[in-house]
């Protein structure tokens, strides 16, 4: 299947701060991109897809963000649904799903709700044989977009992954979400109205928990957002060089001066390309080893302190890939003076998209975990935001 060519992505790149200014909503740009074949990429060749590796797939992934870091954000669910099905043991509904997803079909995510704990709300029921589903979802990444929703209900005292069409009765995504970046990902509200569910497409999250999904998918879905961030700081250089490559004036001095040419200006242009070289190398590298991890699962020898230490990987570059890029966005504007600030350039985008982004998982919860390891070896466990007690024992 075909790359993403540089032709779309220049094309992409283009476009991405009139879309973001008028909120043009990407439609036919993510159709473009699931043309492509990016949205099944790590469909295996003996499923008819191309079967790439994940540090492939990120790769991929941060080029598409440094042309448009909001449809690249769309496919966060969509390809953790992709990358679900390695540890499907349900070839038939393996099948299905690349069968779905090599057809075109797009996935969005639909887990968050506005309530005072972490609780589910959203429920599903049955009625005269018939599973319905009721509630509603808030942050619901690229289900404006989608053909399919993955979401979480609450089904007879059990938390259960759901996945519904969006082309059924019932379902409603409306664009309404209200933050200052990533304005395009279609991360607004979901109205799952007496919605028929196909029994086929439920199953509890207890069933999946084999000590290896989890940790491997926590790593994953974050990775997806570091990848997005690191093609930002690549978006943040190419627009720096941009705005100053033309330039015959430099603030603060008479008569004509090329900036480009100012040792100042190119300094900072050269630590923006440093920033954006580590985050794409920190992301990659994570992304390898969440590679290692799977290659020994597939191969039927799985390794639990190699999916640990994918989980952690993906901690640490968090760590690094987060505050340089977010450093290096607001850095950005000393390339210029009050000219870069323009709102017709767009630059603010980048920082305000890289801060959005960093808002998910916050970055602390992760320090600590990481520290927890470091010091007790303690594997990172979701849903627990204190350390457990120990007893204090004399060294």
């Not at 283009?14 to 879309?19: C, E, L, N, S, W």
């Not at 005269?128 to 399919?148: C, E, F, M, N, V």
């Not at 997005?228 to 330039?247: E, L, M």
Request: aromatic share 8%; charged share 25%.
């Amino acid at each position: 299947m075909p790359d993403l060519s540089p032709e779309f992505l220049q094309r992409l790149r283009k476009g991405a701060a009139t879309r973001d200014q008028v909120r043009e909503l990407p439609r036919a740009e993510i159709r473009e991109v699931l043309d492509s074949g990016f949205g099944s990429a790590r469909v295996p060749a003996s499923a008819g897809g191309e079967g790439v590796s994940a540090a492939i797939l990120f790769a991929r992934l941060i080029d598409l963000a440094a042309a448009d870091s909001n449809v690249a954000h769309v496919f966060r669910g969509h390809l953790a649904v992709v990358e679900q099905q390695w540890f499907e043991p349900d070839a038939a509904r393996r099948s299905a799903w690349y069968e779905r997803v090599l057809a075109g079909d797009l996935v969005g995510n639909a887990q968050s709700e506005q309530t005072a704990t972490s609780d589910i709300a959203t429920t599903l029921t049955e009625r005269d044989g018939i599973l319905r589903l009721d509630g509603r979802k808030y942050y619901t990444t690229g289900s404006l977009y989608a053909d399919w929703i993955d979401l979480s209900a609450r089904y007879r005292g059990e938390d259960h992954q759901v996945i519904v069409s969006t082309h059924v009765e019932g379902v409603e995504s409306v664009d309404d979400w209200a933050g200052f970046g990533q304005r395009l990902t279609g991360s607004g509200t979901t109205t799952f109205t007496d919605v028929v569910v196909d029994p086929a497409l439920v199953r509890p999250y207890a069933l999946d928990d084999d000590g290896f999904r989890h940790p491997y998918l926590m790593g994953f879905f974050q990775l997806v957002l570091l990848a997005v961030v690191a093609g930002i700081g690549r978006a943040a250089v190419d627009d720096a060089v941009a705005f100053v490559q033309p330039r015959r004036r430099i603030f603060g001095y008479g008569g004509e001066a090329f900036p480009r040419e100012d040792p100042l200006v190119q300094a900072v242009v050269g630590r923006l390309s440093s920033a954006a070289f580590a985050a794409r190398a920190t992301v990659l590298e994570a992304a390898r080893s969440l590679d290692a991890a799977l290659d020994g699962y597939r191969a039927g020898d799985p390794d639990a302190a190699a999916f640990t230490r994918a989980q952690l990987d993906v901690y640490r570059a968090q760590q690094t890939v987060l505050p340089t890029v977010i450093a290096a966005t607001a850095e950005l504007f000393e390339v210029g003076g009050a000219s870069s600030v323009d709102t017709g350039r767009g630059l603010d985008r980048h920082w305000r998209n890289a801060r959005t982004i960093a808002t998910h998982n916050p970055s602390v919860q992760r320090q600590r975990a990481l520290g927890d390891w470091e010091l007790n070896g303690v594997v990172p466990a979701f849903n627990q935001p204190q350390p457990s007690t120990r007893p204090v024992t004399a060294s």
